[in-house]
């Protein structure tokens, strides 16, 4: 495994090559160039015919750049790799992501002999590759990003992502998730550096608080549960497991050529090494912003101040369905929320139900949040507003009146109860254009680093991960 | 139980009291009374001290009213009520819906007593009483509505639901599954009528294709199974039932007062019964639009087709999760596809990933789909669409292209594979403006008669449900 410094290095690299860049912006060589680029990285392009492309000048080898090149990107024909990790070798470039696809994923014969013989070429040029098969690398603090548009603010997680697809969807994707990325790695078929190594750098990583995990497969068992329980120990780790079926595992052989194991050896696997594992791309995106925003809760105790009796019913069964409870409220609480919650409709048992009333008083919302959140057997918050199309239908200022009243009870959390974590569920709305302002209102409640999901079964499995967490966010 | 020719007069009424209108619009009966009179109702306001409400000439008492009234809104304090319906009896009216809360779910002898009283004057004076602490019936045949805004159109899916918050949410809601109501209606506490006959009468409705049903609780379960195992094996039907768990069981108490019964026997009794069960507001508005738009599959077994290599295991995953298979396809099928498919990082198994081929070919899409669909080992087809960021970053004219091709897809597979049901993945897209692009695409496909979901975990639970099912929709 490589130390620390020399996996740093790779990630904040002196110089980047991009090999095999042509004219063609629809051409991955291109988008790689052009991301690198607009990420202001040193980089250059490799072509052997051009003399410049997007005003940068072209050498027709990597050991022509007359600069420091620490990391290349290789995106020609699978046929001319091993000479270019050779020419890498001589150059000094201490890694390359390769992008080219056909190795062993294809399940063929010469697909997995043309695997062998990169990691030869390898080994023999003292370079190490991330893929083949993948995108490689997007670390905002060094300058080194997957295409134009991905995302340039530095975060904090870190994301370990054997799909390249998967990491490009998130790079985007996760803004409206409200996180921002240490690093993402995409390293396709692990013919070299693997997600083990990957993951104890990220352990070390001091950019780095938490981490993400999206892996199909993986070469040495023993190794991944160890590191992975090390790296546990350290940081919150979400690890999604694809190829968990018998389906999936076939998939993963056709996408990464991975193995793929029992799902009931990963379940075990992952749930004993102290990391959370998820099923799917909403509870990853989910868990990871719970992490990224919310203390974890002392206890499973939900109390939940919301409208509707219906949705209070549900939001009850949904919780005690992913783990968490929904107690009855003392005795003293309930009679001081009975002081300011009218009795006609509504409950002030737990869930505590407004009904129409919080449309006519919007501040019972922290008032109420503020009461529950005080009761010795509540441990979370759940807050649910719904009926947004009503108001933007017949009272489009409630959704400002809402917006306000909601970061009033975020402040007063924050201020009175900081070890109690508070998420917010925007129920689902209807009309094309309720859905647009409920889309804008989340983005705003995102900004302002409230936790808000589009429904209570969403919610409860985040915060039922959140609460399964065995250390803090440092 | 009340005949069909009865209850259909109370959901067609010559003529409709509202009890208790006040001039203020945020009130209750004020809101009533607006909707009615927006959906084209003969409504008439009883008001003690009002002479004229909303332009309408208001009447002391609903006995004074000078013209046929078959149904009335009781919205009124508890304690004048049973006066109300005795004066209702004189008048001819067939049933009240009683929008007053604080009765039996309130928990207190007080309640129970003055519910008990209500039944009583409604035995008496030979009305029906809807509720109490309900919304009653939204009817778009009988120009009956909840409250100004209520969706007008004429639809075929009926929905009772206990709680009046889940009927006005999903009212409005419903526009974004593409599902319209023949009847909606809320019930509250069932004192007089219940579920089990108003699932009699929608079984019998010829206006009703798909009953959906959001139960807390009920009286008489011997009577609930029969009754429902007799209307499913008519119709298809959805059961969303609250109060599955303790917690649940114990709002449900507070919500409408009814006994919940424990998670064991409702699930036995829902599935024995033929119903489908759903657990979430999402599964239930997912399961709903399936059957509304889609065939009955003859097996469980998905093609999927899209771009991305983990976006592929991860459906696969998902689908297999959920009840459904994804299968090998036939070698002719393969080959076939990997004559239209370019072999660099795309997989012609199933899935089958078309990677970035797509973007430079929408055609693809359904020429894909086709091959796929015409293998016999496939039953159901999911096609699954990411990179919308990207598309919307940097060639906007996609989402059109885009949009077009799944129409074409959609066209193909109603002309070639009618029975095999086809869905759309739009996976999460990021960025504020992407998923407002993203919300405005859905709402056009699913005007086009496409059934649209934003995960594929969304889409197989769906279509597990839809491929469980026993009968057609007529």
Redesign the interface.
């Known amino acids: 495994m490589a130390n620390f410094s020399e996996f740093d290095r790779i990630f904040h690299p002196r110089g980047v090559a991009v090999v095999g860049v042509s004219s063609d912006p629809?051409k991955?060589g291109n988008m790689f160039f052009s991301g690198l680029i607009e990420a202001d990285s040193n980089v250059y392009p490799v072509n052997l015919k051009e003399k410049e492309i997007l005003g940068r000048e072209a050498y027709p080898s990597i050991k022509d750049i007359p600069h420091d090149v620490d990391y290349a990107v290789i995106s020609i024909p699978a046929s001319g790799v091993p000479k270019v990790i050779e020419d890498c070798g001589k150059k000094g470039v201490k890694a390359v992501t390769i992008y080219t696809?056909?190795y062993s994923?294809?399940g063929t014969k010469e697909g997995i002999k043309r695997e062998k013989e990169l990691v030869d070429a390898a080994k023999k040029a003292n370079v190490r590759i991330i893929g083949p098969?993948c995108i490689g690398i997007c670390c905002p603090s060094g300058r080194l990003s997957f295409?134009?548009?991905t995302p340039k603010e530095e975060g904090d997680v870190g994301f370990i992502?054997?799909?390249?697809?998967?990491a490009?969807?998130f790079a985007?994707?996760?803004?409206?998730w409200g996180i921002t990325f240490s690093k993402i790695i995409s390293y396709g078929n692990a013919c070299d550096v693997n997600c083990e190594e990957l993951l104890a750098y990220l352990a070390e990583d001091p950019e780095t608080k938490i981490i993400g995990i999206?892996v199909?497969g993986v070469k040495d068992g023993r190794r991944f549960i160890d590191t992975l329980k090390d790296a546990a120990s350290q940081k919150p780790i979400v690890v999604?497991k694809?190829?968990?079926?018998?389906?999936?595992s076939?998939?993963?052989a056709?996408?990464?050529g991975s193995l793929a194991g029992s799902p009931e050896i990963w379940s075990a696997v992952i749930k004993q090494s102290g990391a959370i594992m998820v099923?799917?791309?909403?509870e990853f995106?989910d868990t990871l912003s719970a992490i990224r925003y919310l203390s974890r809760p002392s206890g499973e105790r939900v109390g939940i101040v919301g409208?509707?009796?219906?949705?209070?019913?549900?939001s009850?069964?949904?919780?005690?369905?992913n783990g968490l409870?929904?107690?009855?409220l003392e005795e003293k609480t309930m009679e001081e929320l009975g002081k300011i919650v009218p009795?006609?409709?509504t409950?002030v048992?737990n869930?505590v139900?407004l009904s129409?009333f919080l449309m006519?008083n919007f501040s019972l919302l922290e008032e109420c949040t503020e009461l529950v959140a005080g009761d010795p057997n509540v441990d979370i918050l759940i807050v649910h507003i719904?009926?947004l199309?009503?108001m933007v239908?017949?009272r489009p200022s409630d959704i400002e009146i809402i917006f306000e009243a909601l970061i009033d009870t975020k402040e007063m959390m924050a201020d009175k109860f900081p070890k109690k974590p508070l998420v917010v569920i925007l129920?689902?709305?209807?009309?094309?254009n309720?859905?647009?302002e409920k889309?804008?209102l989340k983005?705003r409640l995102v900004e302002e680093g409230i936790c808000v999901y589009p429904?209570?079964?969403r919610a409860a499995r985040a915060l039922s991960n959140l609460a399964s967490l065995e250390i803090e966010v440092e």
Chains 1, 2 share one sequence.
Not at 316 to 321: A, H, I, K, S, V
Not at 427 to 432: E, I
């Open positions: 629809t991955y696809a056909e994923e294809s098969n295409f134009p548009g992502c054997q799909s390249g697809g998967h490009e969807e985007y994707e996760a803004e409206s999206y199909e999604w694809g190829g968990i079926t018998k389906g999936g076939r998939a993963v056709s996408h990464t099923n799917d791309r909403d995106a409208t509707g009796g219906g949705a209070s019913v549900a009850t069964d949904l919780c005690e369905m409870s929904v107690p009855l009795p006609l409709g409950s048992k869930p139900d129409y006519q719904g009926h199309g009503r239908k017949f129920h689902p709305a209807g009309s094309m309720v859905e647009i889309v804008k983005k429904s209570i079964s």
